[in-house]
C-alpha cells in the first residue's frame, strides 16, 4: 500500500509515495506542517485530524491546503539539502568511523546517528518539493 497525493492543479498528475517514504518524510519534520509528528512512544505518531477526522499518515483523503503544500514545499527542499550534506558527510568519513556509527545504531535498536539516504530518495524528495509547491494542495489517498 502506498500514497497517492492527488492535487487540486488538475494540469499535475498525482504524486506516489510507497509505503514507508511517506511517514518517514513526515516523520522528518514536513508533518509539523499539516499537524502530525512523533509521539511519546517509539514508532508513533500524533496528529490533528482534519474537519472530517482524517488522518495525513493514512490514505484517507486528508486535505493539504494551498499554504500548507507551498510550505511543505519548503520544507521539503530544505531537507533535501540535509540530506545531501549529511551523505557527503558520510562519504568523506573514515571507514572504521561509519563501521561504529552503523554498529551503534543496530546496538541500540534505534538510530542514534543521521546516517545517509540514498540518491533516488533525495531525488524524490526534491520531486515532492517541486510537485507539491505546484499542486495548489492535495488529497492524500
Do not use: C
Not at 490533528?48 to 491546503?65: A, Q, S, Y
Amino acid at each position: 500500500m502506498g500514497y497517492d497525493l492527488i492535487p487540486r492543479n488538475k494540469k499535475l498528475d498525482s504524486f506516489h509515495f510507497g509505503m514507508f517514504s511517506w511517514g518517514w518524510m513526515l516523520d522528518q519534520g514536513i508533518g509539523l506542517i499539516i499537524g502530525t509528528g512523533k509521539a511519546i512512544r517509539p514508532a508513533g505518531y500524533s496528529f490533528i485530524p482534519d474537519k472530517l477526522g482524517r488522518d495525513p499518515n493514512h490514505n484517507d483523503g486528508f486535505r493539504v491546503t494551498a499554504e500548507q503544500a507551498r510550505a511543505m514545499a519548503l520544507a521539503a527542499s530544505g531537507l533535501a539539502s540535509v540530506k545531501n550534506f549529511i551523505n557527503k558527510e558520510w562519504e568523506d568519513m573514515p571507514e572504521g568511523t561509519q563501521a561504529k556509527m552503523k554498529e551503534g545504531n543496530e546496538r541500540f535498536g534505534h538510530n542514534i546517528y543521521n546516517t545517509p539516504v540514498s540518491e533516488d530518495f533525495i531525488t524524490k524528495i526534491k520531486a515532492f518539493a517541486e510537485w507539491a509547491y505546484n499542486s495548489q494542495g492535495f488529497a492524500i489517498k
